[in-house]
């Protein structure tokens, strides 16, 4: 998890609301030193979506 990575998320403006928890969950997600791949299925039940919802908001 990566602190600053998160709060530069809940800072970003003009977002729908479930980009912006996408966005979150991401950042969440990100190592300073590996990086960030979680795969789409852990985001979407992270987010509490369905993975072509996640899409949506990925693109």
């Known amino acids: 998890m990566s602190h600053r990575a998160t709060n530069w ?3 970003q403006r003009g977002l729908k609301p479930a980009t912006k928890i996408v966005l979150w969950f991401l950042c969440d ?3 300073p030193d590996f ?3 979680p795969t789409q ?19």
Do not use: K, P, V, Y
């Open 9 to 11: 998320a809940i800072q």
């Open 29 to 31: 997600r990100h190592n």
């Open 35 to 37: 990086g960030c791949f």
């Open 41 to 59: 299925a852990r985001l979407a039940d992270d987010a509490e979506m369905s993975i072509s919802a996640l899409n949506d908001h990925l693109a």
